[in-house]
């Protein structure tokens, strides 16, 4: 009994240290950025680039671009990836986007910046870019005669063009302002520009029962829940209570209910950009930059939003519930999970495993990535649990490679859409890409010097480019 009551509190003291400091001004931007990709951009605008005559120039970078725009996790890819490649899009672009989107989307990114700092997001960004894209590159190479037996008769919806119009273009522009806004740890935003102090009795009580109900330990890379945090959680639960009944059946009309979950979650996003601090019989507010770039960002996404048709701005909310419900249920699931695996595992496991920047401590990586199946999003709290616990940053980043992209339910689906020799060479290029991701980042983290990392870089990509002519000139053998 006391294991499970020290599990149940190590899952609660996560999952509440995680909604508090973390979720706010980095998800609740991205949950509506990612609506907005979903309903605001026409699909041919983005589809159309895709096309297996389009240059390579132009469909590999429009590949992880559309990748990046979706907020979905390695299951959830296949249906998307199925549908474009299908429809006329080439096996190379299609899974450059199909392994860019899990990892290199922009909530995931957001996400890890947020909990891991902005090395491994930038890091994540340009290795899933360069890799994905030499991922698909060599996929196309391999199988080029399956390539050119491909269905063709859709080809034209790709050739179909549509526009982005200017309201729509103004709201995606202005969320990620706000997004930018929210999480950059940036003089001036960081700055504190004055202070509002109320006379409240009981914070400073609240505070030292919030610690009590829920003990942490600094050294472990755990984080109590503060009095600003319970408020977030408070005003996350009243936004979700508000949002069932104003969200569900918005594509029919708003509500009231709408129009105070919209105005909760304003409020949430402003209120999370400051800083209340309990003192004995007040409560300080200190607003800083943030405050004031978080509120204009806002002022601008109503701003261009109320210039949208009825039906574009409806079916935005439509899909950014739609994301929080796919979504957000799972991530609460998996960092209590987290808390409570956290209370079990041993540091020195870690450090054995996976504690130095070797091959073999990537390749464990790796694996624990592939076979071990995490949500979206889950996967960063999991890398921040094995940061506190003693992986090195190396091994950590081939772990964030490997684990959005692949997991058994995925490889068995990819496999029904593309078949078993193209799945099991797209599996094996993902694991040996993402233990030399680790490997140069690793090599990074320990001071290795740039002309180092820049010649092993190269180096690696002479023996890429090697094999990517050698296969053309088979396949230009074959062919003759």
Partial sequence: MELVLQLLNGGAGSLASYLAAHVLLCLLPAFFIAGAMAALIPKASITHWLGRHAPVYVSYPAAALAGSLIAVCSCTIVPLFAGVYRKGAGIGPAITFLFFAPAGNIMALAYTGSILGADFAIARLILCLVFGIGIGLLMVTIFWKDDQTHDAQSDALFAEKASVSRPALGVLLSLVALLIAGTLKLWPLTADLFSIYIPLSWAQAWQDALFGWVPFDASKGEEGVSFQGSVLIALLLMIAATAKRGLDNITEGANSWTWIALGLAASTLLIASMRLTPEPGTLTFTFTGR????????????????????????????????????IFVVLVLGVFIVGMVRQVIQPEWIETLAGSNSVLANAVAVGFGVFMYFPTLVE??????????????GPLLAYLMADPELSLQSMLMVAA????????????LVASFSIVAGLLFGAWVNGTGWLTLGTGMAAWLVVIATLYLLIRRLRTQTAS
């Fill in 291 to 326: 405050v004031f770039a978080v509120a204009t960002t806002i002022l601008f996404v109503w701003y261009f939003a109320r210039q949208l048709p009825a039906e574009d701005w409806q079916g935005w909310l439509w899909e950014a519930w739609r994301f929080v419900k796919q």
């Fill in 380 to 393: 960063v709290p999991v890398a921040k649990m094995f940061l506190d616990l003693g992986m090195h940053p």
């Fill in 417 to 428: 859409v593309i078949g078993r020799k193209k799945t099991a060479a797209y599996v094996g």
